[in-house]
């Protein structure tokens, strides 16, 4: 695959998880007072589990579902990236509006900077850190309308907090993928997913012995059926698949700046339902949009000219060793 087909490819798949993903918290809400959010999270990863493992044994084969000594490692990710992401996103919605909790995946990007740099010990650019900086007043415009008072607010910054930690842990499995060279992005994601499973069920039955949440009704889990269908099979199996495949194609920095579509499209969602945003909603929304952007540009462009230092800094001890091999002859 060349470079170019290998971004447009990458592009294409990044593209499409983010905006399914989109959808998914306005849906997850409306099922939320009949199937909570422990079940309606077991419920949608187990059986997008299935349906990842019967697609890795019909395409891969039964070698692919050897954990080849990395099943602990594969066991974290998946409780970081389903049970973590899952149960927290979700659960921030209990405080805060859907909307808001779109806008906080929206700073992902941000979120894996700062992972990186305490990994590697290194702060980040100085434009890293202004536009991290100013995407956080962004989402801080939108959450609170303009009225920072609203930060004060128990139980709306809980949510927000909430949906931060869920977005962390979602950072946490997308970087861990990297460390499964020779997986295929259907392999990590059908035997993590199922892994991950494991702890959503003892997250799910401890909340259910302590009286937390009761277990739903049959009718309200059949009824709810055409919105589990959708965080099943779109959100569950293939945006989840598009995100690894892109990830991988790209690159988490890449890869992380289409995590900007989630809001757009609940926002989008929400508007055709009626909901009318403030005009600092809007501006908080473009700014998220536009530092995170601009960060990425900026990168790149650090990047290029990095790699560009090192091909001249090469190119003259090439040229030296040439020299002196034609001498020596």
Not at 125 to 154: C, H, M, N
Not at 242 to 267: C, D, E, Q, R, Y
Not at 268 to 276: E, L, R
């Amino acid at each position: 695959m060349s470079a170019k087909s290998r971004l447009l490819t990458g592009a294409g798949f990044a593209f499409l998880a983010p905006v399914i993903w989109g959808g998914m918290f306005p849906i997850a809400n409306d099922l939320m007072p009949t199937v909570d959010v422990f079940h309606m999270t077991l419920i949608r990863y187990v059986s997008a589990s299935v349906i990842l493992l019967l697609l890795l044994l019909a395409i891969e084969g039964r070698p692919a579902f050897r954990l080849e000594g990395k099943g602990t490692r594969a066991f974290c990710l998946g409780a970081s990236g389903f049970a973590g992401f899952g149960l927290l996103a979700f659960t921030a919605m209990d405080f805060t509006t859907p909307t808001n909790v779109s806008l906080i995946m929206a700073m992902m990007p941000s979120i894996s900077i700062i992972i990186g740099a305490l990994q590697t010990r290194k702060a980040p650019p100085f434009y890293t850190t202004i536009t991290v900086l100013t995407a956080l007043v962004g989402v801080s415009l939108v959450i609170t309308k303009g009225d920072y008072s609203e930060l004060l607010s128990g139980g709306q910054a809980l949510g927000e907090l909430i949906a931060l930690a869920g977005a962390t842990c979602w950072i946490v499995y997308t970087r861990g993928a990297a460390t499964f060279a020779g997986w295929s992005p259907l392999r990590y994601t059908a035997l993590t997913t199922t892994l991950g499973c494991l702890s959503i069920t003892a997250a799910t039955v401890v909340a259910v012995l302590t009286g937390y949440v009761e277990t739903p009704a049959a009718g309200a889990v059949a009824d709810g059926w055409p919105h589990l269908l959708y965080l099943i099979v779109p959100a569950g199996v293939i945006a989840v698949f598009s995100w690894n495949k892109g990830i991988g194609l790209l690159g988490p920095l890449n890869g992380a700046l289409f995590m900007n579509l989630v809001p757009i499209t609940t926002f989008t969602i929400a508007i055709t339902g009626g909901y009318a945003p403030r005009p600092v909603e809007i501006v908080g929304a473009l700014i998220v949009v536009a530092s995170l952007v601009t960060n990425n540009v900026l990168a790149r462009k650090a990047t290029a000219r990095a790699e560009q230092q090192a091909g001249v800094a090469q190119a003259p001890a090439e040229t030296r060793a040439a020299e002196l091999a034609g001498a020596r002859g």
